[in-house]
């Protein structure tokens, strides 16, 4: 069944090892955040660094592992239609919005979507991690500048993953304007369990 996650909201739920997880873009040009926790042990958890250590690239998509704190894969990338995703930059927080948005407001965030839907699990704020922003475009310049341009997801865009051990993940419907193309939209997810 096909599960849809409003636009600037989040969910969180339990994967078993050989579960797998399928990410669709419904709409386009949105990203959506997700963190890994190893089920029965949260302080492992996805790590930007170790994923982009092993697999020797910034460029994470169809072939690669998601990899823990612990130097364990977490997921493996079955499918991505779309190619381009982001493993650099942490989810957006209220701070994100005053510093880069001058912004002083309430806003929604994917930190904030991605702590209270995992609270359950026991995970604090403190413990989310650099997400892995599915369908985010960070480009780079040779001197090292980074830009976020609108997500080049298409309408019905997905990532299909499988887990490689039992797995809390937290996912969201990234809230922040410039990652999205300035505009919000839902994202939606399949969880297919293994037989």
């Not at 190893?38 to 170790?50: L, T």
């Not at 702590?115 to 001197?143: K, R």
């Not at 299909?160 to 410039?178: I, N, P």
């Amino acid at each position: 069944m096909i599960e849809t996650i409003q636009k600037q909201t989040g969910a969180a739920f339990e994967l078993k090892a050989g579960d797998r997880l399928k990410v669709i873009d419904p709409q386009g040009e949105q990203v959506s955040d997700m963190v890994l926790f190893n089920a029965s042990d949260k302080r492992e958890k996805i790590s930007s660094g170790k994923t982009l250590d092993f697999e020797n690239t910034i460029l994470i998509t169809k072939g690669h592992h998601l990899w823990s704190n612990r130097s364990h894969k977490m997921m493996e990338i079955l499918e991505d239609t779309n190619g381009r995703n982001d493993f650099l930059l942490a989810p957006c927080s209220p701070e994100t919005f005053q510093i880069l948005y001058e912004n002083p407001e309430y806003h929604p965030s994917c930190f904030e979507n991605l702590y209270t839907n995992l609270a359950s699990f026991g995970i604090e704020p403190d413990d989310i991690p650099t997400a892995f922003n599915i369908f985010m475009n960070v480009q780079f310049s040779p001197d090292g500048t980074l830009s976020v341009d609108p997500p080049q997801s298409k309408a019905g865009d997905y990532m299909l993953f499988e887990a490689k051990m039992d797995l809390v993940v937290g996912l969201t419907a990234c809230s922040a304007e410039q990652s999205n193309n300035w505009a919000f939209k839902p994202i939606q997810y399949e969880i297919i369990r293994c037989a």
